[in-house]
């Protein structure tokens, strides 16, 4: 799986054209505030507003860089990872008045960005699905209850897989094997607690802390 190899490729190739505004927009001028109080947000918009680095309710491309770099990503694979997560999410949760070219990502409107294929752990509105997350390890946690290896990891995403939308394919794997890849443990699992925290965002902040204390 690429996201895993941090491949130096995918977004070059695929996005050559957004790229090229990514880092246009990443140097270039500011933007309107959109601000969302934490305590309002539904657990969507709280799995997002980690990378709003200065809590105005944007999220910008250079601060989804700067955010996947805190918790872990190299530099080259942060880039494209900021790429590919605000060419797909920018122009669908910015409103019309929105500054162009409509790359920042909007906390409100992050619902619209919602793609098929996943677990169901959000509903259509951003909001928690508790039983959703539980069904995850009955189902697919084997080997241990409480953690996820990466095989198994795989096997969830695959039988998630909607074959009537493949295009919603590629999200899940960029999403679940990002999180496999900075938070799992030595012997290969990713924890039913971390694996809580990807949907209410606690768990970039805990790889953040991890990170920064290790760095110092």
Not at 6 to 29: D, I, R, Y
């Given at each position: 799986?690429?996201?895993?190899?941090?491949?130096?490729?995918?977004?070059?190739?695929?996005?050559?054209?957004?790229?090229?505004?990514?880092?246009l927009?990443?140097f270039?001028?500011?933007?309107?505030?959109?601000?969302?109080e934490?305590?309002?947000?539904?657990?969507?918009?709280?799995?997002?507003?980690?990378?709003?680095r200065?809590?105005?309710?944007?999220?910008?491309?250079?601060?989804?860089?700067?955010?996947?770099?805190?918790?872990?990503?190299?530099?080259?694979?942060?880039?494209?990872?900021?790429t590919?997560?605000?060419?797909?999410?920018?122009?669908?949760?910015?409103?019309?008045d929105?500054?162009?070219?409509?790359?920042?990502?909007?906390?409100?409107?992050?619902?619209?960005?919602?793609?098929?294929?996943?677990?169901?752990?959000?509903?259509?509105?951003?909001?928690?699905?508790?039983?959703?997350?539980?069904e995850?390890?009955?189902?697919?946690?084997?080997?241990?209850?409480?953690?996820?290896?990466?095989?198994?990891?795989?096997?969830?995403?695959?039988?998630?897989?909607?074959?009537?939308?493949?295009?919603?394919?590629?999200?899940?794997?960029?999403?679940?094997?990002g999180?496999?890849?900075?938070?799992?443990?030595?012997?290969?699992?990713?924890?039913k607690?971390?694996?809580?925290?990807?949907?209410?965002?606690?768990?970039?902040v805990?790889?953040?802390?991890?990170?920064?204390?290790?760095?110092?």
């Amino acid at each position: 799986m690429a996201i895993r190899r941090q491949s130096s490729s995918a977004a070059s190739l695929l996005l050559p054209p957004v790229a090229a505004l990514l880092f246009l927009w990443m140097f270039g001028g500011g933007h309107v505030m959109a601000h969302t109080e934490i305590r309002n947000m539904t657990a969507l918009q709280k799995h997002v507003s980690f990378f709003d680095r200065n809590k105005d309710g944007i999220i910008t491309p250079s601060e989804t860089f700067e955010g996947s770099v805190a918790i872990g990503f190299n530099v080259t694979y942060a880039r494209e990872f900021a790429t590919l997560v605000h060419a797909a999410n920018g122009p669908i949760t910015s409103p019309v008045d929105a500054p162009l070219p409509h790359l920042s990502i909007y906390i409100e409107n992050m619902h619209r960005g919602m793609h098929g294929s996943d677990t169901g752990a959000f509903d259509v509105k951003g909001r928690f699905v508790p039983q959703k997350f539980e069904e995850i390890f009955i189902k697919h946690a084997k080997t241990r209850p409480d953690g996820l290896t990466y095989l198994e990891m795989e096997d969830m995403i695959l039988a998630n897989r909607d074959p009537l939308d493949p295009a919603s394919w590629e999200g899940p794997q960029i999403e679940w094997g990002g999180i496999y890849n900075v938070a799992s443990d030595n012997d290969g699992f990713l924890h039913k607690d971390d694996a809580r925290g990807i949907y209410d965002g606690s768990v970039f902040v805990k790889l953040e802390e991890k990170r920064a204390f290790f760095s110092s």
